[in-house]
């Protein structure tokens, strides 16, 4: 166990046990917390109450879990300090509602998930002293339902709170997880982070959904190179607008980062083929918007999040 001596054990529910939400859960483990994981598929919660979760790959890590649940409003008895959310977007809201019914004054929430200003979704039901944001710079599939192969981890993870009434939370939680070895930090400019890391998913996850190819074999193809060039491209004119600092080259690091991501397929992907809504809004659909603020055209954006949301409904 890894927290301070005399310090009460920090209280967590992770929902959403995808890889982002099994990793965490894991890791909080490890450095001494007590975690209650949440998902509404039972065989999932089933399986890792009886085996605990997996990392493998690029992390490895093997834990046990004390109690888990099948709905959010489970928590409730927990008496939780923390509830991170690590649901695909989509669900982001409805969620966030029933937190707010069943969270005590105390607990405080942290989305962890890709997309810009899902923070702002909680903050609106739970108010901002409550709200914290982590940017996941690891990503994997889930071989099993309580295993996540982990295929990179790009350190550090970024933690903010949206107030400084929240960031006693946040250098906990930060503390924590770089015991453990998953590298975080705080972060003073979260808006820049978190602008990269959509940046990166929006210029490939949605090429990959749209076309059904690995992350590779876009970066691969001279036309899905070119495309996924035209959205960064286009999206680094509306960040800059937005008076968004990313970091120096940010354009040629993009490309080359996403060259070297392999033969994955992203979440994106994955939930188009299961016939499930996807994060687009809240990745090119955010950005097309902020173009829109701003009088800036972004009509890539703007077709890839049409095309995906056409493709959505003929999945259903």
């Known amino acids: ?25 894991a890791h909080l483990i490890d450095a001494g917390a007590f975690v209650v994981p949440c998902d509404i598929d039972r065989e999932k919660i089933d399986l890792i109450k009886k085996e605990g979760i997996r990392l493998e790959n690029t992390i490895q890590k093997k834990v046990s879990v004390e109690k888990a649940c099948y709905s959010v409003q489970e ?48 903050a609106k039901v739970l108010g901002d002293d409550r709200t914290l944001r982590m940017a996941v710079n690891f990503a994997g599939g889930m071989s099993s339902p309580n295993t996540v192969n982990v295929m990179f981890f790009n350190p550090p993870n970024y933690v903010s709170a949206l107030t400084n009434k929240g960031e006693a939370m946040a250098n906990r939680i930060v503390s924590m997880l770089n015991s453990v070895d998953l590298k975080t930090e705080i972060s003073a400019d979260f808006r820049d982070h978190a602008w990269e890391k ?36 286009e999206s680094l004119q509306v960040a800059e607008a937005e008076g ?66 056409m493709m959505e409904q003929s999945s259903k």
């Open 244 to 309: 968004i600092n990313l970091k120096k080259d940010f354009r040629e690091f993009s490309i080359n980062y996403l060259k070297g991501a392999g033969y994955h397929r992203p979440s994106m992907l994955v939930d188009l083929d299961n016939g499930l809504l996807t994060e687009i809004d809240y990745l090119n659909g955010r950005i097309a918007e902020y173009g829109r603020k701003h009088n800036l055209p972004s009509p890539v954006n703007q077709t890839i999040t049409g095309l995906v949301h």
């Open 1 to 25: 166990m890894t927290e301070k001596a005399g310090e009460a054990r920090l209280r967590v529910g992770v929902i959403g046990m995808g890889p982002i939400g099994s990793a965490l859960t």
């Open 198 to 233: 959509a940046i990166l998913n929006s210029a490939l996850s949605p090429v990959c959904a749209i076309t059904k190819l690995t992350m590779k074999d876009v970066m691969d193809s001279p036309d899905g190179l070119a495309l996924v060039k035209a959205i960064i491209d």
């Open 75 to 122: 928590l409730k008895e927990y008496d939780l300090d923390l509830v991170a959310v690590s649901v695909k977007t989509p669900s982001l809201k409805k969620v966030a509602s029933i937190i707010s019914e069943i969270a005590s004054e105390k607990t405080y929430v942290m989305c962890a998930q890709n997309g810009l200003d899902n923070e702002q979704e909680v």
